[in-house]
């Protein structure tokens, strides 16, 4: 099966910026959809970024214009590039890849982001 490493979380102060990596190992031929969601204390967890195999992103409202996912093929390696980053960014950040239609689904294990002064 397909495994998923992230990493690349730490903390950071307001305005600051980091870069999260996602490492796949195994089989991705099936994949059609790589993205990061996030999940805060005590809410449920929302997509961040996504990109379908034919390049086709999509960003929560609230990311758009600060965060980039990007994608090195070569590495079988997603990132996530968070810049200008807010106290409301903090969150556990988790790496998806998955199927069409939802068929197959992988999630890392998760990365801490926080965001403080």
């Known amino acids: 099966q397909l495994q998923l490493v992230e990493s690349g979380g730490g903390l950071v102060q307001p305005g600051g910026s980091l870069r999260l990596s996602c490492a796949a190992s195994?089989?991705?031929?099936?994949?059609?959809?790589r993205g990061w969601y996030r999940q805060a204390p005590g809410k449920q967890r929302e997509l961040v970024a996504r990109m379908t195999s034919g390049g086709i992103t999509n960003y929560a409202d609230s990311v758009k214009g600060r965060f980039t996912i990007s994608r090195d093929n070569a590495k079988n390696t997603v990132y996530l590039q968070m810049n200008n980053l807010k106290p409301e960014d903090t969150a556990v950040y988790y790496c998806?890849?998955?199927?069409?239609?939802?068929?197959?689904?992988?999630w890392g294990q998760g990365t801490q982001v926080t965001v403080s002064s």
């Open positions: 195994g089989s991705i031929f099936s994949i059609y959809e």
């Open positions: 998806n890849h998955a199927g069409r239609y939802g068929s197959i689904r992988y």
